[in-house]
């Protein structure tokens, strides 16, 4: 059975930083590419930042230069490091495995950003 865990969340002030951390079970995570998303309030989740099994990252222009994405494949876990957060990162950030637009597993609980200004 899949799981992704979520943990690191919290309230912090505008340029604050964060460190996200989404630990897999179930999955060859070695092989997996592995992603970050969020979803704010009344929208839709969008995904954030990716990392191919070989360590490359990918971002969405908002968070260029502010996240990074990192991988410890002997822990199975995926991190996303949040520096000079600004209001609009508020969201419920999630981990999983992206299937072209979509996601391939159930979603974890998630864990909640809050960047107050």
């Known amino acids: 059975q899949v799981q992704l865990v979520e943990s690191g969340g919290g309230v912090v002030q505008a340029g604050g930083s964060l460190r996200l951390s989404c630990a897999a079970s179930?999955?060859?995570?070695?092989?997996?590419?592995m992603a970050w998303y969020r979803q704010a309030p009344e929208k839709q989740r969008q995904l954030v930042a990716d990392?191919?099994?070989?360590?490359?990252?990918k971002y969405i222009d908002s968070v260029k230069g502010r996240f990074t994405i990192s991988r410890d494949n002997a822990k199975k876990t995926v991190y996303l490091q949040m520096n000079s957060l600004i209001p609009g990162d508020t969201a419920v950030y999630y981990c999983?495995?992206?299937?072209?637009?979509?996601?391939?597993?159930?979603w974890g609980q998630g864990t909640q950003v809050t960047v107050s200004s």
């Open positions: 990392i191919t099994s070989g360590g490359s990252p």
């Open positions: 999983n495995v992206p299937l072209g637009s979509l996601a391939t597993y159930r």
């Open positions: 179930g999955i060859i995570f070695s092989d997996a590419t």
